[in-house]
């Protein structure tokens, strides 16, 4: 089929390479000459695993096309996808600028029946307004509109595409339900077939009940820690429950990226301007916001004043195999210890290059190995949950160390072989530390 997709950020430049990786002749538009020239040159802006070598495959192939020109695009295609970024306002509620200024768009341009569908995470009742903006622009042209949340992990987002655990159409008419399960049939997954509002509702239900999740198990720490009870034991017992799973069942910092934090607020101004406020997701937010308040006392009341401690910090992405920094629990946690005065000496396996052109990048220092940033520093943080942090020469680490303090916001490292190292340990609910 020929597919378009509009905005090639993270989602529809992921999109759109499986879509091309699946036989699917597909076409990615942006107003954002500078990336279509990068992408045409073969290069990514984002780093995701897997993803690089799917673009340069099938640009090479003719599958994967980009464009500047919303009018090509829309008239390549007999499925147009709209991808852009819908930001969070200050009250919580998504801003949909780019959602209704690309409507218009494909109704500048649109000549004959179209499949126009939200993938971008939008708030319910967003297709509705979709289908009437493009129909008050250009009201004899046939079109459907159709919701077809994305459900991507970003660092294993190419495999959830290409092996989707479901996939979930948004279709009030027969005609476009059958487009789209063309689109979906090399795909080998469940299909639910829901109205536009079911569909549209569902991504922001599954990330906020995912952040739940996240946040009970959070709040389950801090019992564990006043009891003395180990928090990854009670997790694994509570996970053996089939009918709750072991998965998002893990102690931490809290969680943080582009997703979870906006949808989850989305989710609570949806609900209060439907009337029905959710308050239970308000108390996620709180118990999020505290574990790194915690985590943060912890380390005060180890090394007492942090006002010209050197602290090392390993981790700056939001989690593991991506360099995205957007709403990161490490960046929060950085910031409070440079307001508080620590230097603060940073290293991450792929989003070091990113923090070095932030702001708060240019008052730590962010080095190219985990070892070095531990040199003459009177902590190390763990903050991401990157897997070669757990293979690091320790005996080398404490030898560096001026303290041999270890503060584990992710529960990476075994408690019994950091104090057989010799080190002092501080996990996430590991009992009394």
């Known amino acids: 089929m020929k597919i378009t997709i509009i905005g090639s950020g993270y989602v529809g430049l992921t999109t759109g390479a499986c879509f091309a990786e699946v036989g699917h002749e597909v076409m990615c538009v942006d107003n954002n000459e500078e990336k279509i020239k990068t992408l045409l040159a073969g290069d990514i802006p984002i780093y995701e695993p897997g993803l690089e070598e799917l673009v340069v495959k099938n640009v090479a192939s003719g599958r994967l096309k980009f464009t500047t020109n919303t009018g090509e695009g829309v008239s390549h295609g007999e499925v147009v996808f709209i991808?852009?970024?819908t930001p969070p306002q200050p009250d919580g509620s998504v801003d949909l600028r780019f959602i209704e200024k690309v409507a218009r768009e494909i109704a500048d341009v649109i000549e004959d029946y179209k499949v126009i569908v939200d993938k971008s995470t939008v708030p319910v009742k967003t297709g509705e307004k979709v289908a009437e903006t493009i129909s008050r622009y250009k009201p004899n042209v046939e079109f459907d509109v159709v919701s077809n949340p994305e459900f991507l992990r970003e660092g294993c987002a190419v495999d959830d595409l290409l092996k989707p655990d479901r996939i979930v159409i948004g279709a009030n008419s027969d005609r476009a339900m059958a487009v789209m399960q063309r689109v979906y049939e090399p795909f080998v997954a469940p299909v639910l077939a829901t109205d536009i509002n079911s569909a549209e509702l569902i991504k922001h239900a599954a990330n906020s009940f995912l952040a739940l999740k996240i946040s009970y198990i959070n709040a389950v720490s801090v019992i564990c820690e006043a009891s003395g009870a180990d928090v990854e034991q009670v997790a694994e017992g509570i996970g053996m429950?089939?009918?709750?799973?072991?998965?998002?069942?893990?102690?931490?910092?809290?969680?943080?990226?582009?997703c979870f934090p906006k949808d989850l607020k989305a989710f609570i101004a949806i609900s209060e301007e439907l009337g029905q406020p959710f308050n239970l997701l308000k108390e996620v937010e709180t118990i999020n916001a505290d574990q790194l308040d915690r985590f943060i006392k912890k380390i005060r009341e180890s090394l007492w004043v942090l006002d010209d401690k050197k602290i090392a910090v390993w981790g700056l992405a939001f989690k593991q195999n991506t360099d995205d920094l957007r709403e990161s629990v490490a960046i929060r946690l950085i910031e409070q210890l440079v307001a508080e005065g620590a230097n603060?000496?940073?290293?991450?396996?792929?989003?070091?290059?990113?923090m070095r052109r932030t702001e708060l990048g240019e008052k730590i220092t962010v080095v190219d190995d985990p070892i070095s940033a531990t040199e003459q520093a009177e902590a190390l943080i763990i903050a991401t949950e990157w897997p070669e942090f757990q293979t690091v020469d320790f005996a080398k680490v404490k030898e560096n160390l001026i303290a041999p303090l270890i503060f584990d916001g992710?529960?990476?490292?075994?408690?019994?072989?950091?104090?057989s190292h010799g080190f002092s340990y501080h996990g996430i609910g590991r009992g009394r530390s």
């Open 83 to 85: 991808a852009v970024p």
């Open 241 to 258: 429950d089939k009918r709750i799973g072991r998965h998002f069942l893990n102690a931490g910092l809290g969680y943080g990226g582009s």
């Open 344 to 354: 603060v000496v940073a290293y991450d396996p792929k989003a070091g290059e990113n």
């Open 410 to 419: 992710r529960n990476l490292l075994d408690p019994k072989s950091m104090k």
